[in-house]
């Protein structure tokens, strides 16, 4: 699936979010649409579905900016999910700044 594709697809069908979510993040950390990537995971950090939120963590992990790391804390203070916030408190320890 190309990968505007994927975009689409994410959002016309929630459920391929997660994966959707793991994929965009490696695309922008290689520099493919980097802005356009993080503001929508930006997005499904808040989405209903914990899986959803919890991929969108990884994704922006995998981009790996200062502006991703704005988007942990709000996820660390705010998520409903013990799970989510657990997992973006490793990703924050982790995170490895992408090429700029």
């Known amino acids: 699936m190309p990968r505007w594709g994927l975009i ?3 959002e016309k069908h929630a459920g391929n979010r997660p994966y959707a ?3 965009l993040g490696m695309l922008a950390n290689r520099g493919v649409q980097k802005e356009r990537i993080h503001e929508l995971l930006s997005t ?6 914990q899986q959803t939120r919890f991929w969108a963590v990884e994704g922006l992990a995998h981009i790996g900016s ?4 704005k988007n942990f804390l709000d996820v660390l203070r705010n ?4 799970d989510v916030r657990e997992r973006c408190g490793v990703q924050s320890g982790q995170v490895r700044y992408a090429h700029s």
């Open 44 to 49: 499904w950090i808040h989405d209903q579905n």
């Open 79 to 82: 998520d409903a999910s013990l």
């Open 66 to 69: 200062d502006e991703t790391i």
């Open 21 to 23: 979510a793991w994929e």
């Open 8 to 10: 689409e697809s994410a």
